[in-house]
């Protein structure tokens, strides 16, 4: 990716060749964005995480991994016409908000039993059909029926 001056009807010669960027941003939007692992802007260095993938239309699976100050967090999700399953890894010492696609907390389970039932998840609030959930380091296995 080159940057250019002057926009499009610039002279191709005045392109910028100092500003190769190649797939060192594209690399994090894929983990920020697709595999939604992001850190808080208020507790940096990821001691809060954000989890928040961006589900697009086309794509079914996503898997990635960051290696954190405090261990690896992983995002792992696949979707299909039964809906949508989310495998996160939390590291120790930090938390998470994991932003979930539902309409209400009862459709979404974890590790097999709705949210509500399961220890260690707190619920935030369902707005605009995300379901903001917080949660402590763990492995947890999200799954939304009907997605």
Do not use: C
């Not at 954000?50 to 699976?61: D, S, V």
């Not at 979707?79 to 996160?88: H, P, R, Y």
């Amino acid at each position: 990716i080159w940057e250019l001056w002057n926009g499009n009807t610039a002279n191709p010669a005045m392109n910028s060749g100092n500003h190769v960027m190649l797939l060192g941003d594209l690399l994090i939007w894929y983990y920020e964005n697709l595999a939604g692992i992001k850190t808080d802007q208020k507790e940096v260095g990821f001691k809060k995480i954000i989890m928040k993938p961006f589900f697009p239309a086309g794509l079914n699976f996503v898997k990635a991994s960051h290696q954190s100050p405090y261990g690896e967090i992983r995002s792992e999700w696949n979707k299909d016409a039964n809906g949508l399953k989310w495998k996160i890894t939390i590291p120790p010492n930090s938390s998470a908000l994991v932003s979930i696609p539902a309409t209400s907390a009862d459709q979404v389970s974890e590790g097999g039993q709705k949210i509500n039932l399961s220890e260690g998840i707190k619920i935030i609030n369902a707005n605009d059909g995300i379901v903001n959930l917080e949660v402590g380091s763990g492995n947890y296995e999200f799954k939304v029926d009907g997605l």
